[in-house]
């Protein structure tokens, strides 16, 4: 299995202010994934992110929008910029060890 | 476009019955996933069935693959209040397997005591 910790659980954002959310995991992992669920939705896969290299992004997500840290391989910070009320969605992120592992996920409200 | 399709999309019964949710999806997978979340918060992984078996059971889990359809069944048996949840079906289509994955839209069950 996989602990993994979100931070913020949750925040309540201005419209063009930015956010970081950090996932932190309980052992080392090579990808770390992260995904936006709007609400009533269902998940969407943002991005991947491998420690060492640039994320890799789903269609219709840009790095300059979500842009994504991996400084090491328990670690990665996902960051919603410039938002927007469209952006209130939950973040989570999730690991893949034998099943993928969820986070607790970060509910985030854009006024 | 997302992949995955499930029915019904809301799912109420009598606690002790049975809960059957759908799955549909349109392309080729490695395995296919269920998972469950509570109230808006993270997922729970629930069951993985992969592309070459068609049941798997665990607890009072009943999952069935039929690749030919493109489709699987979750049901939970003898249903109880704390099942309450929405439930999602996720497809691994990925070349390693377990990579992303691809959800469905979600059946949100509840379980009337």
């Known amino acids: 299995s996989a602990v993994i910790s979100q931070k913020p659980s949750r925040d309540i954002c201005q419209r063009g202010t930015s956010l970081t959310i950090q996932c932190q995991v309980d052992?080392?992992?090579?990808?770390m994934f992260w995904y936006r669920q709007q609400p009533g939705q269902s998940l969407t896969l943002i991005a991947t992110?491998?420690?060492?290299?640039?994320?890799?992004?789903e269609s219709g997500f840009v790095i300059d929008k979500f842009p994504i840290s991996r400084p090491n391989l328990t670690f990665s910070t996902l960051t919603v910029s410039n938002m927007s009320p469209e952006d209130s969605s939950i973040y989570l992120c999730?690991?893949?060890?034998?099943?993928?592992?969820f986070g607790p996920g970060t509910r985030l409200t854009v006024l | 476009s997302q992949q995955g399709e499930e029915d019904p999309q809301a799912l109420s019964i009598q606690e002790g019955e049975n809960a059957t949710m759908n799955c549909s999806y349109k392309?080729?997978?490695?395995?296919l996933q269920w998972y469950r979340q509570n109230s808006g918060r993270g997922l729970v992984h629930l069951i993985l069935?992969?592309?070459?078996?068609r049941e798997k059971h665990s607890g009072r889990l009943r999952v069935t693959l039929d690749t030919s359809k493109k489709s699987s069944s979750l049901l939970i048996t003898a249903s109880r209040a704390a099942d309450t949840a929405s439930y999602f079906c996720?497809?691994?289509?990925?070349?390693?397997?377990?990579?992303?994955?691809?959800f469905g839209t979600g059946t949100r069950l509840t379980i009337i005591p």
């Open positions: 999730s690991v893949v060890r034998l099943t993928q592992y």
């Open positions: 052992s080392q992992v090579t990808m």
């Open positions: 992110a491998n420690q060492g290299s640039e994320a890799t992004y």
């Open positions: 392309t080729s997978i490695n395995n």
């Open positions: 069935i992969r592309s070459n078996e």
């Open positions: 996720a497809t691994d289509a990925s070349n390693f397997g377990n990579e992303k994955l691809t």
